[in-house]
């Protein structure tokens, strides 16, 4: 099989560092820190960027029945799949895995709010990379809203849930226009709005949260918004990053800005 | 300005895929390709544009917003000049975005938009040419009845929209490259302005072969006269 890329620089993170940032890095997805040495082990190596061993180690533990490790498994899956994966096929194949493989987490565990959210995190992602238009009409709208729904049901707290249901409504607003975005998916532009809001008065330091907040912005409320999407946008760019998806984050956030 | 920062850089990828797509063709264009291209991460390109159904939607949006603003002058084409400026202006349409037309049977195979908009867009070729030779026949540079109108407009339509086709058959190697754009848009705006021979009056017709023989930059067309 062919070995996924490579994080540029790994980062030197140990277990107990990671345990120490884990209240700021899982702040928006409110996964509880592992007591258990193996599954925090397995994390770190998430943290530091090391993708496809986080995942190696991940499918160890849930071999031995540990199904809290789906959530590290699926997460370090799409989040590889979504920000380094290069050729578009192998990408759309490790998010349509790692889409499986949370929809049998949600039923392994339905009370775990991080299934549901990798699955229709891994869903969304792969449904934009089809194209929302066609993945609209093949019925995955409905799958990813709902899962998202039932995050936040389970969760209030989960802001990451609550930026992906904000983008969900812009996305579909954006390529189906307002009308029927709203009869057909339930998709809503107050909604969208409201909840990007929310997300991002619950978890203002969320890096990610706002890089997709300044892209939804513009899709539902248009030039109104570059302002505000420019500010978010040097806010990611100026923050410091604790772990390789912030890292990854950043760096969009500044290549964005250097093409002024 | 400052404040465009992310419209900027979808903006340079457009740019960029534009390129490559028209060079290589659409399908033999990985995202790879076009990120490094552009030296961007993979997920840079993704938060941009997540699938390359959507480079082509939004490329395809472009020009048909484009061809839209210029069909609507059809019917103020009033002479020959400007019937020929109208043809080399959609020519060069056609040229800007020739991987749409390079491809066209596996994009319409694999995209719904293009499926649903394309089919649309001649439908509205033709009626901007019928309204083009009304005009003309009003204006007394044609004298085509309404049965050699529908005939004529759907004739234009079909060599404009394929004669870049045409071109790349007859050179494969080299039809498509940016040095010989200028003399594929004359030979079709040419062609296309030919097929109004029949039907011009006999002013316009030696004012059509004067036309003819400047914009194709030889001897012209050896017409016959009627």
Redesign the interface.
């Known amino acids: 099989m062919q070995h996924w890329q490579l994080f540029s620089t790994p980062l030197h993170l140990s277990p107990e560092q990671v345990r120490q940032l884990w209240p700021r890095l899982h702040r928006g997805d409110t996964e509880p820190c592992p007591t258990a040495d193996d599954l925090l082990e397995a994390w770190t190596l998430f943290h530091r960027g090391e993708f496809e061993a986080a995942v190696e180690r991940g499918l160890s533990l849930t071999a031995k029945g540990q199904h809290a490790a789906w959530t590290l498994v699926n997460r370090a899956t799409a989040v590889y799949a ?7 096929s192998l ?1 759309l194949n490790l998010l349509e895995q790692a889409a499986e493989q949370a929809r049998m987490h949600t039923e392994l565990q339905p009370d775990n709010p991080n299934a549901w959210y990798l699955w229709a995190y891994s869903l969304g ?1 792969y449904a ?7 993945a609209l ?1 093949q019925g995955m709208g409905i799958r990813v809203r709902d899962a998202l729904e039932k995050t936040i049901a389970l969760n209030p707290a989960h802001s990451d849930a609550k930026f992906a249901l904000a983008t969900f409504h812009a996305e579909v607003i954006d390529k189906v226009g307002e009308l029927i975005a709203r009869m057909t998916h339930g998709a809503r532009k107050d909604l969208g709005l409201a909840l990007y809001a929310e997300a991002h008065a619950h978890n203002p330091s969320s890096l990610v949260g706002m ?1 997709e907040m ?2 939804g912005l ?1 899709m539902l409320e248009g030039d109104a918004q ?2 505000h ?2 500010t978010l ?1 040097q806010q990611v760019s100026g923050a410091v990053a604790t772990d390789a998806l912030e890292h ?1 984050v950043v ?2 956030a500044r ?3 250097s ?2 | 300005m400052a404040k465009k920062a992310p419209r900027r850089t979808a903006e340079r990828i457009l740019e960029v895929t534009l390129k490559l797509f028209n060079r290589f063709g659409e399908p033999n264009v990985s995202t790879t390709l076009i990120s490094s291209e552009l030296n961007i991460s993979p997920g840079n390109l993704y938060y941009h544009y997540p699938a390359k159904d959507e480079l082509v939607n939004a490329l395809f949006a472009r020009y048909q917003a484009s061809l839209h603003k210029l069909l609507a002058a059809a019917p103020e084409v009033a002479d020959l000049e400007d019937a020929w400026f109208f043809m080399h202006s959609l020519l060069e349409g056609i040229w800007h975005y020739r991987f749409l037309y390079r491809d066209l049977n596996d994009l319409l195979t694999k995209n719904r938009k293009l499926e649903a908009e394309l089919k649309n867009m001649l439908q509205l070729k033709t009626s901007a040419f019928l309204a083009l030779l009304q005009s003309l026949d009003h204006h007394g540079v044609l004298a085509i009845n309404a049965t050699e109108r529908d005939l004529s407009a759907t004739h234009m339509v079909v060599m404009l929209t394929w004669w870049l086709s045409y071109e790349y058959v007859r050179d494969p190697r080299h039809a498509m490259e940016d040095e010989n754009a200028q003399q594929s848009l004359l030979r079709g705006a040419q062609h296309v302005l030919g097929l109004l021979w029949p039907y011009a009056t006999p002013e316009a017709r030696a004012h059509l072969q004067h036309l003819m023989r400047v914009y194709s930059g030889t001897d012209g067309p050896r017409l016959q006269k009627a």
Not at chain 1, 82 to 88: F, G, H, I, L, T
Not at chain 1, 128 to 134: L, R, T, Y
């Open positions: 979504n920000y380094m994966e290069p050729q578009e990408r992602r934009q990379g089809i194209s929302v238009a066609k009409a890089l300044a892209k513009v570059q302002a999407a420019h946008y990854l760096a969009l290549a964005t800005l093409d002024l």
